[in-house]
């Protein structure tokens, strides 16, 4: 395992990575169908020649909303924000022009990037925010060009990118998901941001051979961090793989070793492979894998939602590590990570640079890598911290001697019964994972009784002739409820025949759905 060299900012492991990997490739990408490498001094050259670029736009401190998909242009705008002293603010590129007009005047936004997302919406956003400068739109690699060429370190603004950002302040504000309530922006410095990379991992993965996809959007705090940052310190390759509808073919240009990854991708993949070894007996279970993954696949890391252990535990036929790890934004990103003697129950093994606690069932977090606070909300602020200083995450779980980390459920979510019970919904709603014709559930209290929600897999159904879910489902409710205590009993069963509402991340709304 690699030792562990901390660089406390953005900027420092810039630097660092050119001088320690210079023209090795590190971010690789196809473009007009040909595979394109930037080395770590270009990714340098091309971030500092953004970070003067906004220097020279403006001497004020910018709040900048950086809207589009994972590319190249992205990683590069993001990074050029974080190392120019100003604030970093991404979005998804799906925002409407409501949200926007909203998020925007919320987070004092005052300079807008885009990669053509908002073309459609930018007049009109654009009309209420103020801002120092017209949009910047980089529609394409040569608009992007352009800025690295005119503000290159042979230019007149070289000198702009000579100074030291203060590692303390605002840097990136990333605004919450919002399963309930209003969206918060989290606010992390620098030095926050860059501490959650440096911890020391618990699996044997790091190597000058590892290669990692990036398969995940950017603007989700777990890719950028985990897949960018962090291979941005540790000097490994980093494929982007930009559309989820070419992951199959990025699979076989790129070949990676590690992917970060949300289940419901592990999912998709495994049903390829699937499908590989029912056509072709002959492939061993590692071969079919190989034919979708391509031959080097070794790790998955999972994260962003529930991994089922049935689904993990399959993976390691073909010789694929699957487990899941477990953090929040609040914290940095990353609170634990998984390794070979996790269980496939837990969400990994607390990393060293994090304390964790169990108090009343709540888990709770120490670490330097904890968000300075919501952008402007004091009070939401206060109440996310206990009176000796530690982070309240709202999840309930246990920790082990070995410190692993099992999460049972949230505890705003929990359902008090007038027996005085408490329940978790989520520990419910797991028991449903492991069959194929339920696609969604959200299980919740009403009139002191257990009510599941449960929308079907329709495509299954269509599949199997199964013209009508309610028996099957009935049938599953009842085979739960023979094996729960009573508390957990559920009473009434509805199937929907629309999904879930959710969040942009694909998180359930559980509050306007329960409302």
Not at 95 to 106: D, G, H, M, P, V
Not at 108 to 127: K, Q
Not at 256 to 278: C, D, E, F, G
Not at 441 to 465: M, R, S
Request: contains cysteine; aromatic residues 8%; charged residues 25%.
């Amino acid at each position: 395992m690699r030792e562990l060299t901390y660089i406390p900012t953005i900027r420092d492991m810039l630097d660092n990575s050119a001088e320690k990997f210079g023209n090795k490739a590190f971010i690789k990408y196809v473009e007009n169908g040909k595979v394109v490498e930037k080395s770590f001094i270009q990714v340098r050259e091309d971030s500092l020649a953004i970070c003067r670029y906004l220097r020279n736009l403006s001497k004020e401190k910018l709040h900048i909303a950086l809207v589009g998909k994972t590319s190249y242009e992205y990683i590069i705008l993001a990074t050029g924000i974080l190392i120019s002293g100003n604030v970093l603010i991404p979005f998804a590129p799906e925002i409407s022009e409501k949200e926007a007009k909203s998020l925007f005047a919320r987070a004092d936004v005052n300079f807008i990037v885009h990669d053509g997302a908002l073309s459609d919406r930018i007049e009109g956003i654009a009309a209420e925010v103020k801002t120092v400068a017209p949009p910047l739109c980089i529609s394409s690699s040569e608009c992007a060009e352009k800025i690295y060429r005119d503000f290159s370190s042979d230019s007149e603004y070289a000198s702009l990118s000579d100074f030291k950002v203060d590692e303390n302040e605002p840097a990136i504000m990333i605004y919450t998901s919002g399963t309930t309530g209003v969206k918060k922006a989290v606010v992390h410095s620098t030095k926050s941001f860059a501490a959650n990379v440096m911890y020391t991992d618990l699996v044997e993965y790091v190597s000058d051979e590892a290669s990692t996809l990036s398969v995940l959007p950017m603007y989700h705090v777990f890719c950028f961090s985990g897949d960018y940052v962090r291979n941005l310190r540790d000097g490994l390759p980093l494929a982007i793989n930009g559309n989820m509808r070419d992951l199959a073919q990025n699979l076989k240009i790129f070949q990676p070793s590690v992917m970060r990854i949300v289940p419901m991708v592990a999912q998709t993949l495994l049903k390829m492979i699937r499908a590989t070894m029912s056509k072709n007996p002959s492939l061993t279970p590692r071969q079919a894998a190989e034919s979708v993954y391509g031959k080097n696949i070794e790790w998955l890391f999972s994260g962003g939602a529930y991994l089922s252990p049935e689904l993990a535990s399959e993976y390691t036929q073909f010789g694929i590590f699957l487990k899941q790890g477990y953090g929040m934004t609040e914290a940095g990103c990353r609170v634990t990570v998984p390794d070979e003697r996790c269980s496939f129950e837990s969400v990994g093994r607390v990393i060293d640079i994090c304390e964790v606690r169990i108090v009343g069932g709540e888990i709770q977090i120490k670490t330097p890598s904890v968000m300075l606070g919501y952008y402007k909300m004091p009070e939401e602020t206060a109440k996310m911290f206990t009176d000796d200083g530690w982070l309240r995450t709202g999840d309930i779980g246990y920790l082990t001697e070995d410190n692993e980390l099992y999460v049972t459920g949230r505890l705003k979510n929990l359902i008090i019964l007038s027996g005085g019970e408490n329940v978790s919904p989520e520990a419910i709603e797991k028991k449903f994972n492991e069959y194929e014709i339920v696609s969604e559930v959200l299980v919740y209290g009403e009139n002191d009784q257990i009510v599941a929600e449960v929308y079907p897999n329709y495509d299954y159904c269509e599949e199997n002739g199964i013209d009508d879910p309610t028996d099957s489902i009935t049938t599953i409710v009842r085979h739960l409820n023979s094996t729960s205590k009573a508390s957990h009993l559920i009473s009434k069963t509805v199937i929907r025949k629309e999904p879930l509402e959710k969040t942009e991340s694909g998180k359930i709304k559980r509050k306007e759905t329960i409302i």
